[in-house]
T-cell receptor
Framework: EDKVVQSPLSLVVHEGDTVTLNCSYEVTNFRSLLWYKQEKKAPTFLFMLTSSGIEKKSGRLSSILDKKELFSILNITATQTGDSAVYLCAVFSSNTGKLIFGQGTTLQVKP | NAGVTQTPKFQVLKTGQSMTLQCAQDMNHEYMSWYRQDPGMGLRLIHYSVGAGITDQGEVPNGYNVSRSTTEDFPLRLLSAAPSQTSVYFC???????????FGQGTRLTVV
């Protein structure tokens, strides 16, 4: 059965800290992995990863995929209170056409 | 450009009532999906469609029906509402399986 697992489930840090969020998956016919940020409304897109070892970067956020070990990480450097949100990882399976989400990581950044 | 439009935004139902959540997209996307989100559970896939006339079950399909008669519309029907279906529902669409998925604004459903 297709599965996406995120860790940790929740995290509390202080402004300026660096955080690493993890996403592991077991999906038949992996196609792509997506990261989303959700702040009390619909998820907003951050990154899509399809190839191993190629870092995607946007400001203080970056992400990388390891297709051999079946995981991805999302890094946030110099965190700000505005980074407080639920971060969701999702994987597309080309065999089924499904987009499967993990449970999410709730990040709280304290001033 | 509207993107993905979900209606209604809020709904209260009595146990046993039926209703349809509407989802429409104007981006000519082939893939459409319905998710429910409960606290601590992430987004769980209810039903999905890879094109008009094609639907399939996700992780939690029981109690829900879907149809996809056009590329644009993907309604979700609750057949006989139960308190366990109290949740926030999201519709999503994407052009293909290696492209970004776009989300509607969500429907907060309460079943009493």
């Amino acid at each position: 059965e297709d599965k996406v697992v995120q860790s940790p489930l929740s995290l509390v840090v202080h402004e300026g800290d660096t955080v690493t969020l993890n996403c592991s998956y077991e999906v038949t016919n992996f196609r792509s992995l997506l990261w989303y940020k959700q702040e009390k409304k619909a998820p907003t897109f951050l990154f899509m990863l399809t190839s191993s070892g190629i870092e995607k970067k946007s400001g203080r956020l970056s992400s990388i995929l390891d297709k051999k070990e079946l995981f991805s990480i999302l890094n946030i450097t110099a965190t700000q209170t505005g980074d407080s949100a639920v971060y969701l990882c999702a994987v597309f399976s080309s065999n089924t056409g499904k987009l499967i989400f993990g449970q999410g990581t709730t990040l709280q950044v304290k001033p | 450009n509207a993107g993905v439009t979900q209606t209604p935004k809020f709904q209260v139902l009595k146990t046993g009532q039926s209703m349809t959540l509407q989802c429409a997209q104007d981006m000519n996307h082939e893939y459409m999906s319905w998710y429910r989100q409960d606290p601590g559970m992430g987004l769980r896939l209810i039903h999905y469609s890879v094109g008009a006339g094609i639907t399939d079950q996700g992780e939690v399909p029981n109690g829900y029906n879907v149809s996809r008669s056009t590329t644009e519309d993907f309604p979700l029907r609750l057949l006989s509402a139960a308190p366990s279906q109290t949740s926030v529902y999201f519709c999503a669409s994407s052009y293909w399986e290696n492209t970004e998925a776009f989300f509607g604004q969500g429907t907060r459903l309460t079943v009493v």
